[in-house]
């Protein structure tokens, strides 16, 4: 602490996977110090209690959570709550002049009822809510750079998005065919409080489907920004699975071309033109998929794009670590661009293999 | 050796994992006796040195394969060898009287010039060929009670097939819509000579796609039977997947419905019914999707049922074990109908959960 | 219901790991019924309901507990509850003539101060904890026989016990040098309520020992069997640690010989003799070691012996499945010595492997 | 390639598990440019063709092996290749002026009939492999600062040495006493050519043992330095055993204590003063005890220690990341202190848990 150069930083909900990520990349970000960390189970409990092979880096004591005291501390505040938390705590946040970047749900839904009819919960800050931009820099960096409040997408519409994103934004695909089959690691399913499937003893060498035909809460927010990105209404046909492994999501994307002559190459370079400017994204070479391993404790996206002939249709294969990219890394990336910064600052780029 | 009650039966490629799956099961099966173990790499070994957990219980040695000591020995051969070599051994087992399975790709297609061209080798055995029975006895139980030659199906189509079979059969579905996003544990994957991308410290907490745009071997088995069970050529969107576990296949099928109006408990009847006199395939009740783990070490297909109303299709999973009903248990209960016995006999029921 | 040839059987505590394995293996078992459920937090339930793979085998659904209900329907009770239950249900179950197996902890301690001093549970019940025998056949077949309340071993006592038996027994070892290194999979801490540290993401590939420096409650309950097998107090070094895997125990097990002129097939040929008329240990042929996986979802123990001729130590390795020869297999073991069958019967013999 | 400030180092062996491991510390490194790969299988492929998550950082190509051709290119080689190639490579590498870091055993011993008659090649090179040193800084930091050629240990002894080391230079235990029970991630057994036993299908889900009774070449390793730090020759019981995940090694030591009165803090204090100036050693706080995984992807060797005042022993258990601390990393941390930099340049000094 007092490091004048750094912007100080608080996490709220520091505790959770999401939280210990966030603790982890800020120990590394050369222009950000950790200032405070705030909850309400482990209050009291250094993070070295909790986690301890953080104990000789890290001394902060977790704080009961006090909006005013972390305002004044911290100009930047991440909150890693239950969906249902963050939109309380948020205004007061804003209004004390921090930067608020929420990992939940909250403020990912520009249109509110969306939200409350699949997370039950009544909202009534909808001026509020309405200056919150969704947290995806490759669809909305230029809007992400003066947003004072990020609504940072889910681990699944992220891997989702960017793999089916050029796809619908240039208009190449029937978007009524279009199917998100994921896949994702049990680290996704959170730590507390443990939930009796996410055991290694039920999870492991084990592999199934949930929330299977539209039931999944990221079936919206991923139909919210496909619709967005397609300039009409999108339905998606979403089906998440859970992969016996810690962390890691891949998305299969299959949808039907509307111009049945396009070759592979050709894709290709449409997504490279996409995403020339995302450092972010890695667009694999012709012929090459991705394993979720690639991306694993990086912030990086890997895209592999392939054409059946046969069937008129593209095939898109997404990875990326859930809990970087898909989460805490993500976050760090949306506040770089909110500074300014370069936004690979502070960010893990090639995993350790194997 | 020497019960008098029990049919002798040899194995060719015992040292494989299908191969030993065979012993295993044999060792149970109060009908079969197992007499014979045939191998190249590992003739004159006994079994329990190469699989030591087994020597306290099976004393036989794995011979050098001789066609003729086969034939005389044996009432049936079980070929559990690498694709390209049954066809060169059936013909002479089946001239000594014997009922040959075989669990290679060899005798799965009606139509010789599909198989040179995805196995890359030329076949001039086509009248014995077409004497061979797909082995997939829910669909084809009639014929392998004659057969004395079965092609024992791959694991992905046994999977595939009885997932999507009441949904063609019945013509519910737009079958050019229909997709199989298919994923699998590592022992799909062999054990010689072992693979790099099969080791765990590759295979372990990573999960990717592979044979992508059509282009597995397993795509044209599983358009040979979807075109006859819908009456017409059906192509088919097969993406296979590798899920870090050793056992088990889930299939996740979807397909436009023709009557929209279908609803969940629909299909459901429909597919009770289908399978009413199918004891290895469990159709799950409402809501229920199935787990790998449920079928590892058993026979059994389990099958959930789901309809997204809002896009009009249906969403079928089927999870079974790539190794039983995907191959060596699935070819005893072949040879358990070809011997018009109960097609249940000596194949293991329930797994031991977790 | 209603086999009048069948022994009708209960299972309080039918919802964990102990109690599913029991489910399971009842269905098996050709003299053994299984007619009451028993629970309290799933009371009400079928056991389809919370294990779906066996919903078209068991339609049993879980009753409260009910001792008077018990007795009256059953002949054999099997208790799988957590520690400090079972010694209160268990004298009215035997009062009314019931066959008692716990597979708790309350009926394993010879000196009920032992189990206070480590469960912090008073006891009153001196006189029926007497009467239990522990149930570890291969050292105990004897007072099995006659026993009507059988404390069941702890899984690491089992591995344990069964490797270093022989060695306390011939006095072959100085038991002060003796040291057990164990390992187990994560199954062992159980279904309810989840813990933390036993989520597959916690888990997973890590390693890690706990119960450091005689701290783990398996530590007295192996003495106490030690110093019955050595004929003089015996203090234990005993470690567990946690291994990324559902099931299994390895216990690595080290001691300094009386007599370091002994070699590798000495101690072979003790083995053997020792373990003659036990049919569930499986004593390795010389230089060979077992793995946990071969002793899966069976009721055997593997064990491999070795010497170092430079240390003067033996070197013990004993694997088991920790849910059936380290729970409810070697319970169903018992009942089977208690009713005069042979031991073997309806227990699973081998694996299947991979 | 032409950052003036930057010392250019070579990787011989660029394709195996420990050269990737390089490749990815040396991107990281601040003062380190790598400009050459070597290896003979895969020669004539860039890097990326071979580990494809790399292909967007890394454009060097593997070269055919040409000593002079190296010892222009580079200051720095790091030989990462079997057994029996390196000794035959470093001295022209030396004579060009070449420092040379061997990650093989090669340079590990000091009395080079140890290694001829544990790898059995004969060597005729004593003159040079004299004059390497060990590179285990915590033990030999101030030879290393000195040496051209560096003899990096074994994943094993890292982390038995580490934790066993304290003890025996402070002569607190009797050496005779101490048994090390050491468990290792399957990374350890190498990428090519693949083993069948490493296969996930096989090591998944099972745990054992090998090389017991001092059979593993890690054995002598790991007793000429405890001989060296306890100043009489000393012979140690090692028993290495596979774990199914992919990286990691725990090391149980036990030892009987000289002096019984020793309580935790007492070693707790002796193990923090010995590590005091051991950036990469964590002495971790009483009553914590390591895992694997805290180490993952880090060059960090955590140490808890524990008594057991019962049985008189101290029981010490260290955990690293067997491809960091255990061989890549600790080879950088060499190279650090030999070019007089800080050890911690350009090392990961905390795992992104889970």
Not at 59 to 86: T, W
Not at 109 to 130: K, P
Request: glycine share 12%; proline share 6%.
């Amino acid at each position: 602490m007092g490091d004048a150069n750094k912007i100080p930083v608080g996490i709220v909900g520091a505790s959770g996977y999401g939280g210990v990520q966030l603790v982890r990349l800020l120990l590394d970000h050369p222009l950000l110090e950790l200032v405070y960390l705030g909850g309400e189970s482990t209050a009291g409990k250094a993070i070295g209690e909790i986690y301890p092979h953080l104990g000789h880096r890290v001394s902060l004591k977790v704080e009961s959570v006090d909006l005013e005291v972390i305002g004044d501390r911290c100009q930047v505040v991440f909150l890693s709550l239950p969906n249902g938390l963050a939109y309380k705590m948020a205004p007061r946040l804003l209004e004390k002049g921090c930067k608020v970047l929420d990992l939940s749900a909250d403020f990912r839904f520009s249109n509110l009822e969306t939200y409350t009819s699949w997370y039950g919960v009544d909202r009534q800050d909808g001026a509020i809510a309405s200056t919150a931009v969704y947290g995806l820099p490759e669809l909305y960096r230029d809007r992400i750079v003066d947003a004072q409040l990020i609504g940072c997408p889910g681990c699944y519409p992220t891997a989702s998005l960017l793999g089916i994103a050029p796809l619908l934004k240039q208009g190449l695909i029937l978007s009524e065919t279009a199917i998100i089959d994921a896949k994702s690691g049990t680290s996704g399913g959170g730590r507390q409080p443990p939930k009796t499937g996410m055991l290694l003893a039920e999870a492991d060498n084990s592999f199934g489907a949930y929330g299977i035909g539209g039931r999944h809460r990221h079936t919206p927010e991923i139909e919210e920004i496909c619709s967005d990105l397609a300039g009409h209404e999108v339905l998606m046909q979403f089906t998440p699975h859970l992969v016996p492994m810690v962390r890691g999501i891949l998305a299969t994307i299959y949808a039907t071309m509307r111009d049945p002559g396009l070759v592979r190459d050709d894709l290709l370079t449409i997504y490279q033109a996409f995403y020339r400017n995302a450092p972010w994204v890695q667009v694999l070479p012709s012929g090459i998929y991705p394993q979720t391993k690639w991306a694993c404790h990086t912030n990086l996206c890997y895209i592999g794009v392939e054409i059946d002939p046969r069937t008129g249709r593209v095939i898109v294969i997404s990875a990326i670590d859930n809990l970087m990219k898909g989460q805490a890394g993500q976050a760090v990336q949306c506040l770089n661009i909110m500074m300014g910064w370069d936004e690979t600052l502070g960010l893990p780029q090639l995993s350790f293999y194997p």
